[in-house]
Nanobody, 115 residues
Framework: QVQLVESGGGLVQAGGSLRLSCAAS????????MGWYRQAPGKQRDLVAT???????NYADSGKGRFTISRDNAKNTVYLQMNSLKPEDTAVYYC?????????WGQGTQVTVSS
C-alpha cells in the first residue's frame, strides 16, 4: 500500500516562498509520475506540476517560472518549491502519484498567501 504524506504548507505573505514535501512509502522509482495538484474552495482540483521517473516535468501555466518540482528517489520524496507566491495560489495542495494500475493521493496541506 502506497502512502503519501505532505508537509511544508502554511501562511505566507504575497511574494514569499514555501517548499512542500511529499514523503512516499514504497519504491518511488516505480511511480510512473509524481506531482502536485491543488484545490481552492469551491473549485475543482487542478494540476500544479508533475515529474516522471525519467526526469521530465510539466507545469500548469499558473506556476511556470515560479514553481519547481523535483524528486529525490533516494529519500522517496518529491518537492514543490514555490516562489513569488500570490494570493490566488491559496489552496489545499495534494501530492499525487500513479503506478501502472493505481492513482494515489496524499491528505493535502494548506497553503495560504496573504495580500
Amino acid at each position: 500500500q502506497v502512502q503519501l504524506v505532505e508537509s511544508g504548507g502554511g501562511l505566507v505573505q504575497a511574494g514569499g516562498s514555501l517548499r512542500l514535501s511529499c514523503a512516499a512509502s514504497g519504491n518511488i522509482a516505480s511511480f510512473i509520475v509524481m506531482g502536485w495538484y491543488r484545490q481552492a474552495p469551491g473549485k475543482q482540483r487542478d494540476l500544479v506540476a508533475t515529474a516522471t521517473g525519467g526526469g521530465s516535468t510539466n507545469y500548469a501555466d499558473s506556476g511556470k517560472g515560479r514553481f519547481t518540482i523535483s524528486r529525490d528517489n533516494a529519500k522517496n520524496t518529491v518537492y514543490l518549491q514555490m516562489n513569488s507566491l500570490k494570493p490566488e495560489d491559496t489552496a489545499v495542495y495534494y501530492c499525487y502519484t500513479r503506478t501502472v494500475s493505481t492513482n494515489y493521493w496524499g491528505q493535502g496541506t494548506q497553503v495560504t498567501v496573504s495580500s
